[in-house]
C-alpha cells in the first residue's frame, strides 16, 4: 500500500492531523490481493461444486454451507472491526480507525445480507421452508438490523464529526448488543428443545476434504473482505478528503464577504492583498501548513 | 451528579404532570394496543390467553417509544439544548435524570398495562418476585438505552425515524427476556425465569454505563 | 517582543485595574460551523467590567461570535482565551461562569415562570434567594409567576430569560440583542441591569442593531463582517501573522 503520491493530496482542514492517504484505490497490494482471492474463488468453487461428495443426509445443499459459514463468520469480523474502530475513534479521534470501521460495516453489512440468503437457500432443501426462528439465523437477522442502524446514522448528511461520533456510540455498542442477542436467542431457542432439524451448522461430522474445503472457504473470504475492506476504506477516506477541503478558501471567502457588504474596505489589520495568490498564502500562515 | 439528575428528573416529571401528554396520549395508545392485539388474534380466547406475555411486553415497548420521543421533544424546543449545556449541569447527571423520569413514567405505564391485560385478557397473575423483578429490570434497561439513543437521534432531523429503527432491535433481546420470564413465573415454574432476570440486569447496567458516559458527547452539537 | 502582548493569566480577578487580565481575548480565532468558517479569524480584547457592542449586517457572524465566548462552539485555530479559560483546549470549562441570552428562549414552555427560573438557577447552583430576586427585579412577581410560559407574550418570555441569567450571577454577560421584543420599561430595565452588572464586577459583550440605545449604553463599539471583527476605537495590535516576509517579530517595535 506504499504508491501514493504524497504530493498531489491536500489535507481536510479539521482539527485532527491526518496521515497522507492514497489517491486512487488501487495500488499493487490491491491487486495481488485480488489475484489470490480470485484464485481461491475459483479452487473453492471447483471443490465445493465437483472435488467433494454430497453429504448423507443433507445431499447436495451441504454445498451451500462453505459458502454460510464462512460469510456468518466474517460478518461478525465484520462487525467486531466496526466495534474496535468506533472505540478507537471515541478514544483517540483516529479518523483512520474510524473509517476502517465504517468500511468494515458495510462490508459486514453484505455479507450478513449473503449469510442470510444462503442460510435461506440451504433451508428450503432440508427443511422444506424459507425461513426457521434457529439461533444462528435470527441473531444473522437481528446483526443485520443492527448494521442497518449504524449505516443510517453514518451516512446522514450532516458534518463528519457528528456523524462519526454519533455513529462510533452505535458501533461501539455493537458488539455488546450482538453478544446479548446472540445469547438471549440462543437461550430462547434451545430451552425449548425444538428439534435437532434446526441444529446450526454442519455439526462435528464433517470432516476430511469437506472440512477442508470449509477451512478453504474461510480463507477465501477471508481474502475477500480484505481487498473489498482496502478498497472501501480508501474510497472513504477520498471521500472524507474532498469534503474537508477548501477550508482555508473558505475562510478567505468569508472575510472578503465583508470587504463587499461593507463598500469600501476599512482598514484591515494587514495590508490589503493586491491578489488572491498573496491572500491565500496570508491565510495559510494562520494555520496548518497546505500543501500547494 | 446526583443532585443534577434529581434535579432533572423532578423538572421531566413536573413537566408531565403539567402538560399530562402521557396520561392522556400515551396511556390510552398502550390500551389502544392491547384492543387491536385483541381484534387481530380472533376472539379465541386460548391464543390471547397464551400470547399474553409477548403481547403485554410488546405494547409496553411501543408505548415505552412514544414516552421517549415525547421526553427529548421537550429538549427540541427553542435553544433548551444550548441552555442545558450552559447550565452547569453534569451530563451523566442529565442522563441519570431524564432516564429516571423515562423510568418512572414507564413502571406508571406498565402498572396499568397490567390491570388491563389482566381485565381484557382475563390473565391470572401468578409468581408476583419474578414478575415484579422482571418489571423492575426491563424497565430500567429501556430506560438507560432509550435515553442514550434518544439523545443521539434528537440532535438530527430525522429523529422521529431513526429513533425506533435504532432502538428496537437493541430492545430485542429485553423484549426475549421479559416475556420468557413472565410466561415462567404465569405458568408457575419461576426457576425457569430468573436467569432471565439476569440477562435484563446486564442489559440494564451495560446501558446505564455507556449513557453516563456518551451521553455528554452526543449533547454536544458536533 | 511586542511590548503589547500580553499573556493572559489564569484565574478570574474581578475589579481588576488596567493591568488584570482582560475578560475575553481573541486572536485570529477560527470557528467553525460544520464546515462553514463562521467566524474566520477574530481579534477582540474586551476588559473587565467593560460593555462591548458588536454591530454589523446580519449573517456577519456576531451570534456567532458571543455562542463561541460562551464556549458552545469550539475554536479551530488561533487563540482564544474567555475569563482565564482557554477556549482551544477546553471550551466546556468557561460555561459556567458566562450568561448567554440568545434569540431563543431557553425555557420550557409548559412549566410556569417560576419553575423556569428556579430549575435553571438551581442548575447553577445559584441560590434560591437569587431566583426569587431576579423575578422580583425582572418585573415577572405576583400573577405572572404561576403562568405557563408558553402562555406569555415574547416580551415577558425574554424577560423569563433574563432573569435566568440574571438569577446565576455570571463573570461575562452575552447578550444577543437583549432589547428586542422588549417594551420601552423592559429596554430601560435592560440597560439598569447590564450597568448594575458591571459596576458589580461582571463584563457584557451584547449585539444590538438598537443603535442609539446600544452605542450610549456601550464603552465601545467592534463592527463584525464577514467573520471578522474591527474595532471601531483602538487601532488593532498586530500580529506574527501581518508581518511582512522577511522581517523577524523582534523587528516590530
Known sequence: M?????????????????????????????????????????????????????????????????????????????????????????WKKSRWWELVGYAAAEIAAIFTAVTLVTGMLWGRPTWGVFW???????????????????????????????????????????????I?????????????????????????????????????????????????????????????????????????????????????????????????????HRASTTGPEVAS | MWHDALLVAGKDLRLEVRSRVALNQIVPFALLVLVLFAFALDPDRGLLERATPGLYWVAVLFSGLLALQRAFTVEAADGNRDALRLSGLDPAGIFLGKAMAVGVQLLVLEVLLGIGVAVLYTTQFAGWPLL?????????GIAAAGTLYGVLAAGLRVRETLLPLLLLPVLAPVLIGSTRAFEAALAGAPAEGWPWVGLLAVFAVLYILAGVLGFGPLLEES | MDPTETVAEPGPSPGGGPSAAPAVRLRRAVALLGSFPALAGVDLEVDRQEIVLLRGPNGAGKTTLLRTLAGLVPVTQGEATVLGIDLVRDHKAVRPKVGLLGHATG??????????????????????????????????????????????????????????????????????????????????????????????????????????????L?????????????????????????????????DVA
Open chain 3, 107 to 216: 425555557l420550557y414552555d409548559e412549566l410556569t415562570v417560576a419553575d423556569n427560573v428556579r430549575f435553571w438557577c438551581r442548575a447553577a447552583r445559584a441560590r434560591a434567594v437569587d431566583a426569587d430576586a431576579a423575578m422580583v427585579r425582572l418585573g415577572l412577581d405576583g400573577r405572572l409567576r404561576n403562568v405557563a410560559v408558553g402562555r406569555l407574550s415574547a416580551g415577558q418570555r425574554r424577560r423569563t430569560s433574563l432573569a435566568c441569567l440574571v438569577a446565576r450571577r455570571p463573570e461575562l454577560w452575552l447578550l444577543d440583542e437583549p432589547h428586542a421584543g422588549l417594551d420601552q420599561e423592559g429596554r430601560d430595565l435592560v440597560d439598569h441591569l447590564v450597568r448594575d452588572a458591571t459596576a458589580a464586577g461582571a463584563t457584557v459583550v451584547m449585539s444590538s442593531h438598537e443603535l442609539d440605545r446600544a452605542v450610549a
Open chain 1, 132 to 178: 426457521v426462528w434457529d439461533a444462528r439465523l435470527t441473531s444473522t437477522a437481528m446483526l443485520m438490523l443492527l448494521l442497518l442502524g449504524y449505516l443510517a446514522v453514518r451516512r446522514l448528511p450532516a458534518d463528519y464529526h457528528v456523524r462519526a461520533q454519533r455513529a462510533s456510540i452505535i458501533g461501539l455498542l455493537l458488539v455488546p448488543n450482538v
Open chain 2, 132 to 140: 415484579l423483578a422482571t418489571v423492575g429490570v426491563a424497565t430500567v
Open chain 1, 180 to 280: 446479548i442477542v446472540r445469547q438471549s436467542v440462543q437461550w430462547w431457542r434451545t430451552l425449548h428443545q425444538e428439534a435437532s432439524l434446526f441444529a446450526d451448522g454442519p455439526g462435528a461430522t464433517i470432516e476430511g476434504i469437506m472440512l477442508f474445503t470449509l477451512v478453504f472457504g474461510f480463507v477465501t473470504f477471508q481474502l475477500i473482505f480484505a481487498w473489498l475492506l482496502v478498497h472501501r476504506f480508501r474510497l472513504a477516506w477520498l471521500e472524507e478528503q474532498v469534503a474537508g477541503q477548501g477550508l482555508t478558501a473558505a475562510i478567505a471567502e468569508r472575510r472578503a464577504e465583508g470587504r463587499s457588504a461593507s463598500g469600501a474596505a476599512p482598514a484591515p489589520i494587514a495590508p490589503p492583498p493586491a491578489a488572491p495568490s498573496e491572500l491565500v
Open chain 3, 218 to 250: 456601550a464603552d465601545r463599539t467592534v463592527t463584525v463582517t464577514g467573520g471578522t471583527t474591527e474595532d471601531d476605537a483602538r487601532p488593532p495590535v498586530p500580529g506574527p501573522a501581518e508581518i511582512p516576509e522577511g522581517q523577524d517579530s523582534t
Open chain 1, 2 to 90: 506504499t504508491t501514493q503520491s504524497n504530493a498531489t493530496t491536500s489535507r481536510p482542514g479539521g482539527a485532527t492531523a491526518p496521515e497522507v492517504g492514497p489517491t486512487s484505490t488501487g495500488s499493487k497490494a490491491t491487486r495481488v490481493l485480488g489475484i489470490l482471492a480470485l484464485a481461491a474463488v475459483a479452487l473453492l468453487v471447483l471443490l465445493g461444486l465437483w472435488w467433494t461428495p454430497a453429504d448423507v443426509i443433507q445431499d447436495e445443499s451441504v454445498r451451500i454451507l462453505y459458502v454460510h459459514v464462512p460469510a456468518a463468520t466474517l460478518a461478525y469480523l465484520g462487525c467486531f472491526l466496526t466495534s474496535l474502530g468506533s472505540l478507537m475513534y471515541l
